[in-house]
C-alpha cells in the first residue's frame, strides 16, 4: 500500500472590482488539490500544540494539511473545503511552513495549519 492524499479545494480570492467607496470586490473560486495530506495535531503533542495555538493567538489548530510539493497556490489565510470524514470549510492559520524541497522526503514539502471556519470574517 501506497502513502497518499486526497483532493480538497482551496478557494482562491480574485479581486474582480470595487465598490461605490472604492474598496476592493473579491470572489472566490475553488480549485481543486490533489494528494493533500490531512492529519491532527500529533497525539503526544496535541495538548502541547493546543495550548501553544492557544496562547499564541486564540485559535485551535483542528488539522495539519500536508501540501504536494510544486504546489504554486498562496496557503497564507486560504479557505479550504476538506472532503469526508472532515468535511466542511476550514481557513489556512498562521504561516505555511515549507522546507526544502530536494531535503524534504517523500511528495509534500510545505505543512499548514488549519481551524474550521464559520464565515464571520
Not at 473560486?29 to 490531512?38: G, M
Not at 497525539?43 to 495550548?51: H, L, M, N, R
Not at 499564541?56 to 473545503?81: F, M, N, Q, S
Amino acid at each position: 500500500m501506497r502513502l497518499h492524499g486526497v483532493t480538497i479545494q482551496i478557494l482562491v480570492r480574485a479581486e474582480t472590482g470595487t465598490d461605490i467607496f472604492g474598496h476592493p470586490i473579491y470572489t472566490e473560486t475553488a480549485e481543486n488539490v490533489e494528494n493533500v495530506l490531512i492529519g491532527s495535531p500529533s497525539f503526544i503533542t496535541a495538548s502541547k500544540e493546543v495550548v501553544e495555538a492557544l496562547n499564541l493567538d486564540g485559535r485551535k489548530v483542528d488539522y495539519w494539511l500536508g501540501i504536494p510539493k510544486g504546489d504554486t497556490h498562496d496557503w497564507e489565510d486560504a479557505k479550504v473545503i476538506l472532503p469526508a470524514p472532515f468535511a466542511g470549510t476550514y481557513k489556512v492559520i498562521r504561516f505555511p511552513i515549507a522546507g526544502i524541497p530536494d531535503l524534504v522526503p517523500l511528495q509534500w514539502g510545505m505543512n499548514v495549519a488549519v481551524e474550521r471556519y464559520d464565515g464571520d470574517d
